[in-house]
């Protein structure tokens, strides 16, 4: 394929994307309350904290509660055409059980998402994104409750009444699949990993499966020309050896996360999930009305792919990969980033077309992007920035295969590449691991002055939108 044949649709949605809590900052004004994010100093990994701490990155963020405008704008002149974001949830249920919302939670994002709209900018609105209200989790263990349906079903009515002339765009959970590794920070749940029983953990799945096709009920009875997906993270995986039981063992893995399409998409629980429920005496507990209102199905499939993984069943080739943060083995043939994270162009090729092989919905690549330690410098033109060459090569790479997957007859909505502003990371909660076209000034000891600067990235990733993929190279 030459570089004149990288056809993306007209109207291919281009931006970028973060969550609420690694960003706005503000954790405990206009009425917020605390979510799970304001006790997880340290990401996914780290121990939980009684109260917020001042290490905690995430309570200033890089402040965007009050400087979004700037932000906004700076995203405009870039040319996105969609800004992923998420509401936070304890700004709008400030406790999550509340019968009344917070209204000056409810008017920020009224002026977050104006602000976008005036640039033309859609907002792509992801209901639940690792920040669970800390009152559902602490008193009703999270997703493990069936009462959290009926509370995300108010919040997720709420903001759709509220929102309904504003965003055409929604997911329900972010990375939903993700809970198997970390259940506190993607469901909420309030008992340790360690002490979890499977039985339990598929619970509190079923309820937010559940609660997912209800929002997409909601949906579409709130606002019928709006379009509502879920969020899958995305692990291709790879057999280690050509070794049959090592093929076996990828096709277990990637059950265990297909599962989670499958029901968004089909509306039933597969067969292979049965039989692991059977072969491990899970006994899901379906109420009257739930496999109905699993048949709610999903738009379009949007995920995150940052990686791939290798799968082996011999136990003496059994190494975990430093980044793989939902297992697997390392692959020998790729190079990996500062934190472990394998990089793998052609995976999100490979990714597309399986999905869209499995599904035949339309696929919107909702993070893709690559954490490292930026530079700021001064320019030849006095103006301070990085000189980013290694994440525009990731980010071109990547690219190329999603122009790739088209040709191979995929429908991609769009394209929005992770922290498109410097964000604090979700997995490990450091600044210094940086993903934007637009660099922050705040360090992980929280010194630094919040001023923006635009990366060299930044100029590269506005030609690529305004030639709309022509200037990608191969």
């Known amino acids: 394929m030459s570089n004149a044949q990288f056809n993306f649709p007209e109207n291919f949605l281009w931006g970028g994307a973060i969550a609420a809590n690694q960003a706005e900052g503000a954790y405990n004004e206009g009425g917020k309350g605390l979510s799970t994010q304001d006790v997880a100093p340290r990401g996914i990994m780290g121990p939980i904290t009684e109260e917020p701490t001042e290490d905690n990155m995430k309570l200033i963020g890089i402040d965007l509660y009050h400087r979004y405008k700037e932000d906004v704008k700076l995203f405009a002149e870039m040319g996105f055409k969609v800004f992923r974001t998420s509401i936070a949830w304890s700004r709008i249920f400030p406790k999550g059980d509340e019968l009344e919302p917070n209204e000056e939670g409810l008017q920020f994002y009224d002026d977050l998402f104006d602000e976008c709209l005036k640039y033309g900018i859609e907002p792509l609105v992801t209901l639940s994104h690792y920040e669970t209200p800390l009152h559902l989790s602490k008193e009703y263990d999270g997703w493990v409750n069936r009462k959290m349906v009926g509370f995300y079903e108010r919040y997720a009515t709420t903001v759709f009444k509220r929102y309904k002339n504003k965003v055409k765009y929604w997911l329900t959970f972010n990375e939903i699949n993700s809970i198997l590794e970390a259940p506190f920070m993607s469901g909420g749940i309030y008992t340790p990993k360690e002490k979890l029983s499977k039985q339990d953990l598929f619970q509190a799945i079923h309820h937010e499966l559940v609660a997912s096709a209800s929002a997409v009920k909601l949906c579409h009875e709130i606002i019928p020309s709006a379009q509502i997906g879920c969020m899958i993270l995305s692990m291709p995986t790879y057999p280690l050896t050509p070794n049959p039981d090592d ?198 000891d929280g010194s630094g002055t919040l001023e923006r600067y635009r990366k060299k990235s930044f100029h590269w990733y506005k030609d690529i939108i305004s030639t709309n993929g022509k200037s990608l190279k191969r």
Not at 356 to 379: H, W
Not at 407 to 413: A, C, F, I, N, S
């Open 247 to 444: 093929m076996i063992k990828v096709m277990e893995f990637e059950h265990s996360n297909y599962f989670f399409g499958d029901v968004h998409v089909r509306g039933r629980y597969p067969g292979y999930m049965k039989r692991y429920f059977r072969e491990k005496g899970i006994e899901i507990k379906m109420e009257a009305g739930d496999e109905e209102m699993l048949l709610n199905t999903v738009d379009f499939i949007s995920f995150s792919y940052y990686m791939s993984i290798c799968q082996t069943a011999d136990p003496e080739k059994q190494k975990a990969g430093e980044g793989n943060l939902l297992g697997g083995v390392p692959n020998p043939y790729l190079a990996a980033s500062e934190w472990g994270w394998q990089i793998d162009p052609q995976g999100l090729r490979y990714v597309l077309n399986m999905f869209y092989d499995r599904y035949q919905k339309p696929l919107f690549i909702v993070e893709n992007g690559l954490g490292a330690v930026d530079e700021l410098i001064t320019g030849a033109d006095g103006e301070k920035t990085v000189e980013d060459d290694y994440r525009i090569q990731y980010l071109n790479d990547h690219l190329v295969q999603v122009a790739e997957a088209i040709e191979d007859g995929v429908e991609v909505m769009g394209y929005t590449s992770w922290g498109c502003i410097d964000v604090v990371s979700a997995s490990s909660a450091q600044l210094k691991k940086r993903y934007g076209y637009i660099y922050v000034d705040r360090h992980d």
